[in-house]
């Protein structure tokens, strides 16, 4: 799939892009930062709600996913060191959440394409992909309608990512993928994963979501102001967790709004940073699937906590 996936890249793209422009941030907006709650007049936990309901992706009916346990991040079209300063990042990004970025010369799970028309490669990449991108398991990615707003909402950035259902004790998948069976693939047995349950429990639950797959395709005519290290703390948040490409975020100081505002975020922000950690610490065995969102919440809680608790005292 990942050779594929290049071999599409490069025959679909121009020649390999320069990196994002390097242009100073301007002044910052009037965006809600983190660590300046106390003095919005909102209530925090409004705020905080607000925020992860507008950001939050999951697929349907599953589970906020994440990366489990490691991520390969490869980069193409793109002159050799803006490419390996985006997949360092992004991989620094990701070994912070607590998971292991490969090492050099590792199988890329996490794909960063860069083109100067990403409309017209998102939609050569559904029309010869689609089967990659839409596998067919059920909660395994957003759907068609999602889908086609990856193909048709010209963007400076467009991601896709594809999730597993899996036994959390085993690692095993607990999902059955269209024209796959076992055995003697003559029973309906034979074409339904078999999880063993260790602990039946109303209120937990074996199955977790698992990303394995992602491509983010980098438009880089469109990328404007936005400077190399915030494209790619852009790319890292958009990556590991599972983010709506629609969301408003104008009313938070987010690195998810660089592209309409260069100025409102230098990299990843508190809240940014705080919803990762949410998203990378929370305990996913809970079976009520608001329950990652609750989580997340807690730790951005946490991250207002310690940051006002490091404020210096205000002077007369």
Known sequence: MIAALLALALSASAPPAQSAQSAAPAP???AVRLEDIQVSGRRLDDLIQSFVSEVAAPNRGRGIARWDRSVCVGAVNLRREAAQYLVDRVSTVAED???NAGDPGCTPNLLIVATADGDAFARELVERRRRALRMGGSGMDRGAAALRDFQETSRPVRWWQVSMPVDSETGQRAVRIPGECADACSAPMDYAPTINVFAASRLTTQIVDNIFRAI????????GAVNSVQLADYIAMVSLA???PTADTSAYASILNVFNDPGSAPYL????KAYLDGLYGAQRTRQ?????KSEIQSSIRRAHARLADEAPPPTD
């Open 269 to 272: 922000t508190e809240w940014d």
């Open 242 to 244: 599972q983010i709506d």
């Open 288 to 292: 009520n699937v608001r329950a990652g």
């Open 97 to 99: 959440l607590g998971l």
């Open 28 to 30: 910052e907006d009037q």
């Open 216 to 223: 983010i395709v980098v438009d880089v005519s469109k990328t």
